[in-house]
């Protein structure tokens, strides 16, 4: 299909079995008071219902509504990966990866294109949206993700009043949270796509780090706002298969990025970190899954492909050493402020 030169942005939609979803998204995005957008969903072997669900919705509107039906369930990484690359091949200028569990506020495209629009130099690998609960929109899901020095990610805002002042700040953060964020098409070839291994969780901390390894920048917009359900898919906060995938990821995360002598630098950390998460786990039943994906992540490591660390500046080490640190203590700021507001309850 040829795409017409007023088509800046692809929107990725992943979908396995997320019927019960799709209207709300959709209606979302027609909403949408920018235009020059193609929604591209891509489905990961669902039932035959979110399949004719999906096939009708694609035929009201050929032009601006694409449609790919997977066999399998490639996972989230292999899902997004067919829509970034539908981008780079039609050459769409920004790619902007959304859960199917989500309401996008009506300017939603229209601020994170304006955003990017700002950057000159084209240094914005990605652009992090402020997602709002949807059960509760004075309540904040996520202002963009940090990484800490004791191997841990964390959401920015996770439970905390959405009116916050500083939720309504831009601010670079770590990592753009991919349930919803625009990424600049381009710069995929620079940072290679999403790293099949991952499946799915943590696999855009994963990106985000390589984006930063490699020079580029990685911000928090308040200005596009999106409503989340959370954990739309795998239908918990935690069950065996997210444990397991999320502890394996975290050390594939790990191996990939950081150079040896980073790692020796953060040891101590990072396997105070394990321990800590492990012994969570084993409190809340998973401590099993934990492990397992903690051990199958470290028999694994040598069949990944890392980052070309070689390749990146020693200053810019020191820079990323520097934040993951400031983000730990950010984290620990976070957990005070929850004890002590849990205190005051």
């Not at 790619?95 to 300017?107: C, E, I, M």
Request: net charge neutral; proline share 3%.
């Amino acid at each position: 299909m040829p795409i017409s030169e007023k088509i800046r942005t692809l929107v990725v939609i992943p979908n396995y079995n997320g019927l019960r979803f799709l209207d709300d998204c959709m209606k979302a995005l027609d909403a949408q008071t920018a235009t020059d957008f193609i929604t591209l969903v891509i489905d990961n072997g669902s039932g035959e219902a979110d399949k004719d669900w999906l096939t009708n919705w694609q035929t009201k509107d050929p032009l601006h509504r694409q449609l790919i039906l997977n066999a399998d369930n490639l996972g989230f990484s292999g899902a997004v990966n067919q829509g970034i690359q539908w981008a780079m091949d039609n050459d769409i200028e920004f790619t902007l990866l959304l859960n199917n569990d989500t309401k996008v506020r009506p300017g939603f495209i229209e601020a994170l294109e304006n955003r990017m629009d700002k950057d000159a130099q084209s240094r914005i690998f990605a652009i992090s949206s402020k997602m709002i609960k949807m059960h509760d929109n004075s309540i904040m899901d996520d202002a963009g993700d940090q990484y800490t020095v004791l191997g841990w990610q964390f959401q920015r805002g996770l439970d905390e009043p959405s009116g916050l002042p500083v939720w309504n700040k831009e601010a670079s953060v770590f990592s753009a949270c991919a349930g919803a964020a625009m990424y600049r098409t381009s710069l995929f070839s620079k940072t290679g796509l999403f790293d099949l291994n991952h499946f799915a969780y943590l696999e855009d901390i994963d990106l985000c780090f390589r984006a930063q390894l490699y020079g580029y920048n990685v911000i928090y917009s308040p200005e596009a706002v999106v409503e989340h359900v959370g954990s739309g898919t795998s239908g918990s906060k935690y069950n065996d298969f997210k444990v397991r995938i999320s502890s394996r990821n975290s050390v594939y995360l790990l191996y990939k990025n950081m150079p040896a002598f980073m790692i020796l630098l953060n040891i101590l950390p990072i396997l105070f970190g394990f321990l800590i998460k492990q012994l969570f786990f084993i409190k809340n039943g998973f401590g099993k899954a934990y492990f397992t994906g903690f051990i199958e992540g470290i028999k694994n490591t040598k069949t990944l492909k890392r980052a070309k660390l070689n390749e990146v500046p020693p200053m810019r080490y020191l820079t990323i050493e520097i934040r993951l640190i400031a983000a730990t203590f950010e984290y620990a700021s976070k957990l005070i402020r929850r004890y002590t507001s849990k205190a005051h309850d």
